[in-house]
């Protein structure tokens, strides 16, 4: 008898709080107004109409909004919207004015004047002049300013404010890649002057020129960016911008299906195989375009085994860069032909990959004095083996796996490699920069200029700098040379064209691929435009239906 | 009787599961059928056949086989740092308790101190200016896990010291060290027993954590951990890749929760009387 | 106490700088182009030419007034970082003591009142279970399964995107329905534990002569169990309260990152990816004064429940 009171009585005690969660539990997986609103699917053509937002899924949150400092491309990404650049990119990878309207260039290609735009608004309504792009200039050049991007603006002798809306910029020698430097976001004078930029409020609180203004920034969680109505070009018609960080990419490609997010980066296993569902068709649209850049497996030409470029052909014919293209990147990208991507105008068309031919690369190899001596399957020579260390940074899978693929193709010609995957500062300060290494896999991230004087030019082989690998061929240091001082596009072109080649036959790295970007949209999003520059260069154009807009505060 | 039966099948049943995981880690080459680290992009994310019983990953990689060689790491992991965790406590705790006064508060503050920090926490640290890689976790995951062990067994030694047995031998003239390791080491290890035990669960815990956050065993070295890294990549398509290595962690903790509860109980027959 | 702090802080420094390498190195290499005069100057800043007991009192003499240097990411105050991320962290983990409280007691007593019973056994079971089970593994599980197959409750973040439009009630809601995983993840392993602590303390209360005592009295077996015995069973329970602060802050780490909750936890996790050695001391020493405050409560409320402390004994 006590005995099932007492049963009751701590049934009952471990029923309430039972109860209490699972009806909170369940009213709280109850839908709230607002929460939920699957649009129709069905795509609408028409005139663009105003509202709505566009929330944008990241992996890390911005560091700084200066943009002078913003390195990272999460903090690029936001100062893009925020800020402009004198001059821009068109869809033909062709530069057009921004903030300026127009340029000359004159005194022998000494001096780039500047037109600006008379009708720009900062933020906060004061009026954009000539003065800003001067203290920008001088925030560049300033040694106690941490830019990255200073390079470029050394080779400036001063810059001279003409008017309001003029500038006058004068080189120290003529310098062609300096006009595109002024794609550099221009930052108001009259909120930043005196200023320290490391401390200052303005990182977290920007006022620039640009399509969309700042509104708030909830650290590791979401910036949040309102369209500029006085924006001078028209008012973009997606009213907010929300850039959300979300530290983990199957984390967001949840988000992205619960539309929690209506756009992030795919990674090609996700743009091949998680996205190929009825599900995500009915609401997204997918994007695919080349990106600006290339990875490649960089050769020590310090080293003996290196040293002959025909050795250097040789492993070119080994391995299959198709291979590493369908397994790293299941398809999404493109055998890399050199320095230049097809989509620069500095690519020349006629340097062909070489062919998968590992019959080829024995036969060179034999040539140049390698074979198996001593029948243990390895190619030697002078006794010694040919056996080498390819090095990369932990944290990338694609690099790694490539890595294994290489490893995997040379030890069907017989040449041994070793793999090692360092930590990524480890990997940069003990091994590349102090050149300690046989070959790395790494990658550069192009930009639209060229000019690639900083990456192969003899003389910038010091510790730190980005010829580690001492790449040194007097045509090449001329042309590179000859190629900064050109201003005549159809002149530069001949000489990129002629870099491209000889980079490409003296093979100091195995050029190996171009990924594609991957993008998923939501479909209510209308008037993308897939260009050779991406698709969010015409951001102010896109547009939502009235009836399919999902924000509507 | 049926409750005792009961109690020490669990025990027996966690103590059979971690003989079966020694034996599958030790002849992991012979069990798996393919290489853990062969890529073949043909057969990536094959669900589980005949073929590849628990299916292939994003690479295409066997995770029957990935899974096998897992278990290595995680036994390794667990008993090593565990090990160390051990060791230092066993030498921290006796010197305590055997000489008492001063010695006995700076170790026993300074183990006071380490069981401030969220031990997670401290192991992220230290990660972070080492580097990770297996050894390093193995050795982080030891020297933030002794302080359990060298309480109790100061507890132990400190009762145990003034037995008779102890001070006749003193008397004799054995050295300090002999009556630690010959008297009171022995006699008192037991319950530090139990909490290696589950130490060990909690250790290849912390390590698949580790690994899932990519801080501990590095790729293309499986892991549990990793693997289950990975699986979060293809949520949706992979099922398979996520479920089992979790419930391999599961039940290898499991085991040793349940051989540690059986041990204790063992020990401790007040409670279960 | 004070000993302590002081070794907190000691064992925070020296984690950070015993290392080999400047954590100003790790500043200057990812921007390649910044050279090395401004890494000496880098050096001057941080005070890392001085003899390192010097840095240490430098670091201690700053951390006083509560100001723990600048993040190297971001260049914001330390202080400033920690304190915007603190309080998503107390509240989850608040959340999820209090949900195992109330499920763990009951499951303890009721196992250890009926030892052996059907109910012991299952629930035995079930806690082993979630005890060993790793928490990010149940996260995703949950997140697959709510949030993406029945898509009723967020899958990431602690609010919605126009929270700040919404009533007071719809904003409570809305948090709330973002914590329903990340605290049910949270709840499931410390239930394993607490509860097992639970029966056990009951266990060994209900053996206690006193118990027995009141049962020959004749008094009510439910009299015996919640009046007399519950009270002493749920002593050492406090003390696990405090103890079990740690190791709540230390779960917040995968908690966070999986379901990308902005607080200390992933806070740590990312200045470990990005070397930020002034915020990862921090929060070492942050999070050790947490887990003492946490110890101290729970010491008062032990006093507060058990009069023999009272008395001084």
């Known amino acids: 008898m006590q005995n099932r009171k007492n049963r009751q009585k701590s049934k009952r005690i471990f029923l309430i709080p039972l ?126 300013v941490p830019t990255p991007y200073s390079g470029d603006f050394k080779m400036v002798k001063s810059v001279e404010v003409a008017d309001d809306y003029t500038v006058k910029i004068i080189y120290k020698e003529p310098f062609a890649p300096g006009l595109t430097s002024w794609g550099m976001p221009i930052m108001p004078k009259h909120l930043l002057e005196g200023e320290n930029l490391l401390t200052t409020e303005f990182a977290r609180n920007p006022i620039g020129t640009g399509r969309y203004k700042f509104k708030r920034w909830k650290t590791g969680e979401r910036i949040d960016l309102v369209s500029n109505h006085e924006y001078f070009e028209h008012r973009p018609y997606i009213d907010r911008y929300i850039y959300r960080v979300i530290p983990d990419s199957a984390t967001m490609f949840l988000e992205l299906e619960t539309l929690g997010i209506d756009s992030m980066g795919l990674t090609p296993l996700q743009f091949t195989r998680l996205t190929e569902t009825p599900f995500f068709k009915k609401r997204f649209q997918k994007f695919k375009y080349p990106s600006f850049g290339y990875t490649y497996m960089a050769y020590n030409l310090k080293d003996d085994k290196f040293k002959d470029k025909r050795v250097r052909q040789a492993l070119n014919y080994a391995v299959d860069k198709k291979e590493i293209i369908d397994g790293v990147l299941l398809g999404q990208g493109k055998v890399s032909h050199g320095q230049f991507v097809p989509e620069s105008w500095a690519f020349n068309k006629d340097v062909k990959p070489y062919p998968f031919d590992p019959k080829k690369a024995k036969k060179i190899l034999e040539e140049c004095g390698w074979r198996d001596r001593d029948n243990d399957g390895w190619l030697d020579k002078d006794g010694r083996r040919f056996e080498f260390t390819i090095l990369t940074n932990q944290g990338n899978d694609n690099r790694r796996m490539t890595a294994e693929i290489i490893q995997r193709r040379l030890k069907d010609i017989g040449i041994k490699v070793n793999i090692r995957i360092l930590e990524w500062s480890v990997f940069l300060n003990e091994f590349v920069n102090k050149k300690k290494f046989e070959a790395i896999i790494l990658g550069w991230g192009l930009g639209r200029e060229p000019d690639c004087y900083d990456i192969f030019h003899s003389s910038k082989t010091k510790e730190g700098e980005f010829n580690f690998i001492s790449y040194a061929n007097p045509r090449i240091d001329r042309l590179l040379i000859e190629g900064r001082r050109t201003f005549d596009l159809e002149k530069r072109k001949e000489i990129y064209n002629k870099i491209h080649e000889i980079l490409y036959d003296d093979q100091p790295y195995m050029f190996l691929y171009v990924p594609d970007s991957l993008v998923a949209v939501h479909n209510r999003f209308q008037g993308i435009k897939v260009s050779p520059i991406g698709i969010t260069y015409n951001f102010i154009d896109w547009w939502v239906p009235r009836d399919r807009q999902r924000y509507t505060y | 009787m049926m409750k005792q039966i009961f109690r020490n099948n669990q025990a027996v049943f966690g103590a059979g599961i971690i003989l079966l995981l020694i034996l ?196 293309p070295n499986p892991s549990w951990g990793n693997i289950l890294m990975e699986g979060k990549a293809v949520l949706g398509v992979g099922w398979w890749v996520i479920i089992f290595p979790g419930l391999a962690i599961l039940i290898t903790v499991l085991a040793f929760n349940l051989l540690g509860e059986g041990l204790r109980d063992a020990l401790n027959p007040r409670v279960e009387r | 106490m004070i000993p302590i702090l002081i070794g907190i802080t000691i064992i925070s420094f020296a984690v950070i700088h015993l290392a080999p390498g400047k954590p100003t190195d790790l500043m200057v290499q990812l921007k390649p182009n910044v050279d090395l005069e401004a890494r000496e100057k880098l050096n001057q800043i941080y005070g890392l030419d001085k003899p390192i007991y010097v840095q240490y009192f430098n670091w201690i003499k700053k951390l006083a007034r509560l100001d723990f240097g600048r993040s190297f990411i971001d260049n914001r105050p330390v202080m400033e970082k920690i304190s915007e991320r603190l309080p998503v962290t107390i509240l989850i983990n608040v959340l999820a003591m209090a949900i195992i409280f109330l499920f763990s007691i009951p499951i303890g007593v009721k196992s250890a009142v009926r030892r052996g019973s059907v109910f012991d056994k299952t629930t035995t079971i079930f806690v082993f279970m979630g005890f060993a089970a790793p928490s990010f593994w149940i996260g995703l599980l949950l997140m697959s399964f709510f949030g993406v197959r029945l898509g009723i409750l967020p899958v990431s973040g602690i609010a919605s995107l126009d929270f700040e439009n919404f009533t007071l009630i719809h904003k409570v809601l809305d948090v709330m329905r973002h914590l329903v995983l990340p605290v049910s993840v949270i709840s499931i392993g410390g239930l394993a534990g607490i509860s097992r602590y639970m029966r056990q303390s009951m266990l060994g209360v209900i053996s206690q002569d006193y118990v027995r005592t009141a049962r020959a009295k004749g008094l009510p077996e439910k009299t015996v169990i919640y009046k007399h015995a519950l009270g002493n069973a749920l002593l050492p329970i406090i003390t696990i309260l405090g103890l079990s602060v740690p190791s709540l802050i230390s779960g917040s780490v995968i908690i966070e990152t999986i379901f990308s909750i902005p607080g200390m936890g992933r806070l740590m996790f990312e200045s470990v990816f990005t070397r930020d050695y002034n915020v990862i001391m921090a929060g070492l020493v942050v999070s050790a004064f947490l887990t003492l405050f946490g110890n101290l409560i729970a010491d008062i409320a032990y006093a507060y429940a058990d009069p023999r402390i009272r008395y001084g004994k």
């Open chain 1, 19 to 144: 109860f209490i969660t699972i009806a909170v539990f369940f009213s709280l997986t109850i839908s709230l107004p607002g929460q939920e609103n699957f649009p129709d699917p069905e795509g609408k053509t028409g005139t663009p109409t105003y509202g709505d937002a566009f929330v944008v899924g990241e992996i890390g949150d911005a560091r700084t909004l200066i943009p002078i400092l913003a390195s990272d491309s999460p903090s690029s990404y936001i100062v893009d919207l925020v800020f402009d650049g004198l001059i821009k990119y068109n869809t033909s990878v062709e530069l057009v004015g921004n903030l300026a309207e127009s340029w000359d260039i004159e005194e022998d290609s000494l001096v780039i004047v500047f037109h600006l735009r008379k009708n720009v608004k900062w933020h906060d309504g004061y009026p954009f002049r000539a003065k800003d792009v001067k203290f920008t200039y001088e925030c560049l050049i300033d040694p106690k």
């Open chain 2, 24 to 219: 599958v880690a030790v002849f992991a080459p012979k069990i798996a059928k393919y290489d853990p680290a062969f890529i073949n992009i043909q057969s990536a994310l094959l669900g589980p056949s005949l073929e590849h019983p628990l299916g292939t990953d994003s690479l295409g990689r066997d995770l029957f086989s990935r899974m096998i060689y897992a278990s290595r790491i995680a036994l390794l992991i667990g008993f090593i740092a565990m090990g160390l965790a051990l060791g230092v406590g066993v030498i921290f705790g006796s010197l305590a308790g055997y000489f008492g006064g001063k010695t006995d508060s700076i170790i026993m503050r300074f183990a006071d101190i380490m069981l401030c920090f969220p031990r997670f926490f401290l192991i992220l640290a230290v990660i972070a200016v080492v580097g990770p890689n297996i050894f390093n976790v193995m050795v982080i995951i030891g020297l933030t896990g002794w302080m359990g062990m060298a309480r109790l067994i100061r507890a132990e030694i400190l009762s145990l010291k003034t037995r008779d047995y102890v001070s006749a031998s003193r008397a004799l003239g054995a050295s300090h060290f002999f009556i630690i390791t010959k008297h009171l080491i022995p006699n008192g290890i037991g319950p530090v027993l139990v909490s290696f035990v589950f130490g060990v669960a909690g250790a290849i815990l912390t390590e698949a954590a580790l690994s899932f956050l990519g801080l501990g065993v590095q790729p």
